[in-house]
């Protein structure tokens, strides 16, 4: 758990236009996952670009805008997780991820 803290505080004390990060809050515990959270929109806020790679549905739901599904390496979805969302009929992006999952299948 702290070289997963140690991992985020190293991103976010450079400036640099674009973060990349890698299920960043695997292993953080619930005060600092709401204190990367907090970073994460802090830095959009500011302008900067936020690329989050990861398998857990509501950390993403919580800080991010857009989504892209990746599904056997290609795109299978681009956009607003709302409009996948909408689209899906489903009330979380959990399950509507999961059900653009099973029309692939």
């Known amino acids: 758990m ?6 985020a505080v190293i991103v976010f ?5 674009l973060l990349i990060l890698d299920e960043p809050a695997a292993c953080l515990d ?8 907090d970073l994460i929109r802090e830095a959009r806020n500011a ?15 919580e ?8 599904i056997d390496g290609r795109v299978r979805y681009h956009g607003p997780i709302e409009a ?3 689209r899906s ?6 399950r509507a991820v ?3 999952l099973l029309r692939e299948n």
């Not at 702290?2 to 991992?7: H, M």
């Open 2 to 7: 702290t070289r997963q803290k140690l991992n």
């Open 13 to 17: 004390l450079f400036t640099a236009p």
């Open 30 to 37: 619930p005060v600092a996952n709401g204190i990367l959270n």
């Open 47 to 61: 302008g900067r670009a936020v690329l989050i790679a990861s398998h857990i549905m509501s950390e993403l739901e």
């Open 63 to 70: 800080t991010a805008e857009d989504l892209v599904v990746l």
């Open 84 to 86: 996948l969302r909408s």
């Open 89 to 94: 009929g489903e009330s979380t992006l959990e």
């Open 98 to 100: 999961a059900s653009l």
